[in-house]
């Protein structure tokens, strides 16, 4: 009996390597898997009889962890014991890499439902809350640490929600594709292009920060971009 071939990128999930297509995409973009032998295309078709190698790597639940992993690993800062919520948790990017920096227990916010990765949601120090609006989110004492990483809304719609629930720290990342307006000029992929459009953005934005009497600690270009290649940036900031 002969199997059918399948590509790559599908056999890939279908077989439990990845979890989507994407994530399979992306390894083999990156020559982390190997069919018999050598480093493979995407359009490569393979069955049973294939054999396949993937390059061991960290395995993160969406590319917002790796952005937070780096902003820290540039930057380093204790989170350890402390109390934190994130923003705009979506599948738990940034809530990963806060629990592997000790803290003591993590809340996630988010809009959306049923997005939070497995692997985080069946945590004892994950407390969750689906379906929330952060502007509603009333927890009885504010956070030590405030992550956020939203998307489709600008931050200052919710920097006075942001603001309440803080005690010390907040790490924020910043996403001109989302403050600028829909009229600035954009290319193929949605990314912004006017630089100078970007800077009054961030400037408005830290206008803001100043008006509340947050402290700027440190800012910096994330290392690793928005999906469709915007540019994005992360804040530290401290009450």
Known sequence: MTTSMVRLDKYLVEKGFFESRNRALDAI?????????????????????????????????????????????????????????????????????????????????????????????????????????????????PFEIVTCDVSFISILQIIDAIDSLAMCDMILLFKPQFEVGRAVKRDSRGVVVDQSVIEEAKERFEEKTKALGWELCYSTLS?????????????????
């Open 29 to 141: 973009k990156r020559g982390k898997v190997f069919v018999d032998g050598v480093v493979a295309k995407a359009s490569l078709k393979c069955d049973e009889s294939s054999n396949i190698d993937i390059d061991e790597e960290k395995f993160y639940v969406s590319r917002a962890a790796k952005k937070l992993e780096l902003f820290l690993e540039e930057y380093a800062m204790d989170l350890r014991a402390k109390r934190a919520v994130d923003i705009g948790s979506s599948t738990g990017g940034f809530v990963q890499i806060l629990l592997e920096n000790e803290v003591a227990e993590v809340s996630c916010v988010d809009v959306g439902s049923n997005q939070l990765h497995h692997s985080l949601r069946n945590n004892e120090k994950v407390a969750i809350f689906e379906e929330t609006d952060v502007r509603d989110f009333k927890p009885s004492k």
């Open 223 to 239: 290392k690793l971009a928005g999906k469709s290649g915007n540019i994005e940036y992360i804040y530290h900031f401290r009450k």
